[in-house]
């Protein structure tokens, strides 16, 4: 999850790459994704708001579970 602008409620959700969904065993593989892949991440958040829009956060977020 981006947190675009930290003055707006700017988000963009990213489950996909490549058409495979995104999922991680381990909070440690989603951050080790976010570090080897942050040059395309970031410009794909770029690509949605524009080259001057910073980036607060880029996060990853657990699955809920159905119960």
């Not at 947190?3 to 909070?27: C, Q, S, W, Y």
């Not at 956060?57 to 657990?62: N, P, S």
């Given at each position: 999850m ?37 040059g ?9 708001f524009?080259?001057?829009t ?14």
């Open positions: 981006f947190l675009i602008n930290p003055t707006a409620d700017n988000v963009l959700n990213i489950e996909k790459k490549d058409g495979k969904v995104l999922e991680f065993r381990t909070l440690e593989q989603c951050y080790e994704h976010i570090y080897d892949n942050l395309a991440l970031r410009a794909f958040a770029f690509s949605q524009g080259p001057n910073p980036i607060k956060v880029i996060d990853c977020i657990r699955k809920r579970t159905q119960v």
